[in-house]
């Protein structure tokens, strides 16, 4: 069984559509993230949540939505997509803040 | 607050030592190891949360110094597997003004070649 499953794995699609990217972990963690990593390869942390309740939100653009229904599952939807939101996404999930944190498998994102 | 690693990238034959620095101007709260592999996701190392502490993985080990405001992974007799990106994440703590989450350096290419 994946610890941290996303699906889908990837995502092409034109400027202006509106996707979702889903995020399940099945390892009982209370804490799940959501970073960006851009074609430099940096990985920056985009959201927190603890809980289902949202604790980091970094300087995103408002077109980024998260979404946690359950302690379980952290969605991402993204309105109006622009081609500068291309890059890989990955979700991942710790028991708890400083805690070893395990990431899904990651969604590449093409804007075209 | 983004931690500076250096090198930025490392080339190694098998068998040879490495090691990648990670440095914060505040002192900091923790600092967290993973290596990533090309198109993979990134994998936890080990993390670190005490000043003068030393962790060890097989033959990648760690050190935090006692200002907290370094750490250094050691490789040690490379292997062909080591080959990836080495990334540190550190947390500045509030009474330092960081704001706690995660920040992950620009990483650390390393390469072992036969």
């Known amino acids: 069984d994946t610890a941290v499953s996303q699906t889908p794995k990837y995502l092409v699609t034109q400027m202006g559509n509106d996707k979702s990217i889903k995020c399940e972990q099945n390892?009982?963690?209370?804490?799940m993230y959501w970073y960006k990593q851009d074609s430099k390869k940096f990985l920056k942390i985009m959201f927190s949540y603890n809980n289902k309740e949202l604790i980091i939100n970094e300087t995103v653009p408002n077109r980024f939505s998260p979404k946690s229904p359950d302690k379980a599952h952290l969605n991402l939807h993204i309105n109006s997509l622009e081609l500068g939101d291309s890059a890989v996404y990955f979700c991942a999930s710790s028991r708890r803040r400083a805690f070893e944190a395990f990431f899904g498998q990651g969604t590449r994102l093409t804007v075209v | 607050q983004q931690p500076v690693q250096s090198p930025q990238a490392v080339i190694l034959r098998e068998g040879e030592d490495a090691v990648i620095n990670c440095s914060s101007s505040?002192?900091?709260?923790?600092v967290h190891w993973y290596r990533q592999k090309h198109g993979e996701a990134p994998v936890f190392l080990m993390i670190?949360?005490?000043?003068?502490e030393q962790k060890g993985h097989e033959k990648i080990s760690a050190s935090f110094n006692e200002k907290k405001q370094q750490s250094s992974l050691y490789l040690t007799a490379s292997q062909l597997s080591y080959s990836g990106t080495y990334f540190c994440?550190?947390?500045?703590?509030?009474?330092?003004?960081?704001?706690?989450?995660?920040?992950f350096g620009k990483g650390t290419k390393l390469t072992v070649n036969p």
């Open positions: 505040k002192a900091l709260y923790s």
């Open positions: 670190l949360l005490k000043g003068g």
């Open positions: 994440g550190t947390e500045i703590p509030r009474s330092q003004g960081g704001s706690e989450k995660l920040v």
């Open positions: 390892l009982g963690h209370d804490t």
